[in-house]
């Protein structure tokens, strides 16, 4: 639901909007989880999505094969559990659904197809200004959103990273983003360089291989594979369940043991380990672990290829930095993913260059005056429906102490908005 106060107009040509509670950017799971937890509590908002469709990351930027790499029960959304007879690892398709019923159990209508232009704090009104520009139709038009509150739920991964590699852009075959990578069915017979080996490179590499192709994948950087499943449990499930005994450190120590006898010593096949454990790593450094769901069978079987960093592209070729060459047809680049909040957010108090708070997990989710992050935490949906329930209780206190104090309608904020 979102709730418009009657202060609509147009202003100098851009069409302002008053909002009675808080602005959320971005309709994905992060957003939807806080858009429920203020709904059950009668708290009007605003949902504001450059997209034309809910969780644009999983419906149009993801491959086909793509599951859950976590058991559902680490991945519901606040307020609604999976339904019981979906798999321990929901597919892409079953977690789109999940979403869209979502939606329609707590009526969230998002305002799509607006890209916000920029939003910043007007200290003399003591209001967020938040810009939109429309993505639909060929005349451009602007809208400006007017709150008390905003919630930044953008996402870890809005955009795709694109790295500068020596020679790319003579290389004569097709380059795409993971992002737009759908499936390994066109690429049978090719040989494909995938430029990197986390969880995305690992799946597409392993996607390629099933559909035929001959992948390398670059492993220029350490990385930590585990199995998805360890003594019948999912490995972050023991993982959860072994920390509340013992210290970090040392349930790190056992899980490189258990996956040591599970999958033997990786290093053997050019996968490097870091010297700080899969949990360290992640907790210091926001670095996940890969979970192995099968294409550590396929690089021992030498149906993918494990290569070194790369020196640089040619027209049809790639030089690697241990001086081979291989002849190339396609090259995927699982490079990550980055946040865009630097280039719209106009606050460096509580973000950071990088688009994610300066705040450390689990206090990263709250800043001043009415700033609010969803969704930051790296960890995954768990940490942002956390994220959603603590902002959602946050806003709740601030809207009741507004309520009992009758200071829902502040004549200030009026004369303001008049000015533009």
Not at 393 to 419: A, F
């Amino acid at each position: 639901m979102f709730s418009f106060s009657d202060q609509n107009g147009f202003c100098g040509g851009r069409r302002c909007v008053w909002v009675n509670g808080p602005v959320i950017v971005g309709a994905g799971p992060s957003g939807l989880a806080v858009s429920a937890c203020l709904k059950e509590q009668g708290i009007p908002f605003v949902v504001i999505e450059r997209s034309d469709c809910i969780a644009s990351l999983w419906q149009k930027r993801t491959y086909d094969r793509l599951k859950l790499h976590l058991p559902k029960k680490f991945c519901q959304l606040p307020k609604l559990p999976f339904p019981e007879e979906y798999p321990e690892y929901p597919t892409k398709k079953q977690f789109i659904t999940y979403l869209e019923n979502y939606v329609q159990k707590f009526d969230i209508k998002p305002q799509f197809n607006e890209c916000v232009q920029s939003a910043k704090y007007d200290e003399a009104c003591h209001l967020w200004r938040v810009v939109t520009v429309s993505t639909t139709g060929s005349v451009r038009s602007e809208t400006e959103y007017i709150c008390q509150m905003l919630v930044v739920a953008s996402g870890e991964n809005a955009e795709g990273v694109v790295p500068e590699i020596d020679g790319l852009k003579e290389f004569s075959g097709e380059v795409i983003h993971a992002k737009d990578y759908k499936s390994g069915e066109k690429y049978n017979g090719k040989k494909v360089l995938v430029v990197g080996c986390g969880n995305s490179g690992m799946e597409v590499s392993l996607d390629l291989s099933n559909h035929n192709a001959k992948p390398s994948m670059v492993v220029r950087s350490s990385v930590h594979v585990l199995p998805r499943e360890m003594l019948g449990k999912s490995t972050f499930d023991l993982a959860m369940m072994l920390m509340k005994w013992l210290p970090l450190w040392l349930v790190d120590k056992l899980l490189l043991i258990l996956a040591w006898f599970i999958l033997g010593n990786i290093q053997n096949y050019g996968i490097k380990r870091p010297s700080l454990g899969p949990l360290q790593l992640k907790n210091h450094h926001g670095k996940t672990p890969v979970l192995d769901i099968g294409a550590l069978e396929k690089i021992r079987s030498g149906e993918i290829t494990v290569v070194p960093g790369i020196k640089r592209f040619n027209c049809t070729s790639v030089e690697l930095v241990n001086g081979d060459t291989l002849d190339i047809d396609s090259v995927v680049l699982a490079t990550g993913y980055c946040s865009n909040v630097p280039y719209w957010l106009q606050e460096t108090e509580f973000f950071a260059k990088n688009g994610f708070p300066k705040t450390p997990f689990p206090n990263g989710w709250k800043g001043k005056c009415g700033l609010y992050a969803a969704g930051f935490t790296r960890r995954g949906l768990a940490g942002a429906s956390a994220d959603a329930m603590n902002i959602s209780q946050d806003i709740g206190k601030v809207w009741k102490e507004e309520l009992n104090q009758k200071k829902l309608k502040v004549p200030t904020h009026r004369r303001c908005i008049s000015t533009f």
